[in-house]
């Protein structure tokens, strides 16, 4: 890890979560490394997870009481699918009996009949979403896995891309299923998928990670967490880097720009919860409830992690 001692420790007393992705993916220390093992045990005991996991309602859901399968999505970003997102992302499996019950309850009401997640309604963002929450918590058997992975090589635009909405070309919001595919253990990355990764990684590397429209969206230049459905700079670094892009050229200017965000302890802030957006792009119709880890505005040791693994990536 670059920087200082102290950029270190200020990592490693963090979260759980932070502290076990800290020693795996930044120190390279091993599985049965005794601090990153205690580490992992404390993941969903303590901490960020576990106050997740706390609020949990018995029949498996969060914060919305009906037995119907909007209510697994309604209200953002407080309700089942939204909380098993960010599960996935600290480092909770399946071997939580917690989540498996979640996820039971999830796949029963939410299993689209083509693939898609979501139902009739299935969508890319949601489908890519679900796609890799469900790889990371340790799902990969199931059935569900390969038909939502092909559902998303249906649905790629000619241009590389994807979009959540109706359109015939992709958009850098449109990053879900790219993210999923980065998920994927290799055994489920056909040459179909692989090919589809090529084109996806062409789509943000012609763009620069950034480049659509006429000018600058700002909230992509703001960094984020939970990201959800939407993008950022290191929404795009991190998708990319993780599949193998960090030694493109066309990478570098987002690189140099994002570390150009870092403060003179090294560290990135939160600059923002979700939602965050500008103009009319986008417009939530129904309530919503922000959430978040940690205090916008400050030094983030989720954001810092996430920017110190991008980094080395792209050193290696």
Request: hydrophobic share 35%; net charge positive.
């Amino acid at each position: 890890m670059s920087h200082s001692s102290g950029l270190r420790d200020w990592l490693l007393e963090g979260d759980p979560s932070v502290r076990y992705l800290v020693l795996r993916d930044l120190l390279d220390r091993p599985e049965d490394d005794p601090d990153l093992r205690s580490a992992r045990r404390q993941i969903g005991r303590k901490g960020w997870a576990a106050e997740i996991l706390r609020r949990q309602m018995p029949n498996g859901q969060w914060d919305t009481p009906n037995d119907t399968a909007a209510d697994l999505y309604l209200p953002k970003y407080i309700a089942t699918n939204w909380r098993l997102i960010v599960l996935s992302d600290l480092g909770v499996t399946r071997r939580d009996p917690r989540v498996a019950r979640a996820v039971r309850l999830f796949l029963r009401r939410m299993g689209g009949p083509r693939g898609g997640f979501g139902g009739r309604g299935s969508e890319v963002c949601f489908t890519g979403n679900s796609l890799r929450f469900l790889v990371r918590l340790g799902y990969e058997d199931l059935p569900e896995i390969s038909a939502a992975r092909d559902w998303l090589l249906r649905h790629q635009k000619r241009d590389g891309g994807w979009h959540c909405f109706p359109s015939r070309t992709g958009t850098l919001d449109g990053w879900e299923a790219l993210a999923a595919f980065a998920a994927l253990p290799g055994n489920l990355r056909t040459p179909a998928v692989e090919e589809s990764i090529r084109r996806g990684a062409e789509f943000y590397l012609d763009r620069g990670l950034l480049r659509e429209g006429r000018g600058d969206y700002a909230p992509w230049s703001r960094l984020h967490y939970p990201v959800h459905y939407y993008y950022d700079l290191l929404v795009g670094l991190d998708t990319l880097t993780a599949l193998g892009y960090g030694g493109d050229r066309r990478i570098r200017p987002a690189v140099r720009r994002l570390e150009r965000m870092r403060d003179s302890a090294g560290r990135w802030k939160l600059d923002a919860l979700h939602p965050d957006f500008e103009g009319p792009s986008y417009r939530i119709r129904t309530p919503f409830y922000p959430f978040g880890l940690e205090q916008p505005g400050r030094p983030s040791r989720w954001i810092t992690l996430t920017a110190l693994r991008v980094l080395k990536r792209v050193a290696a």
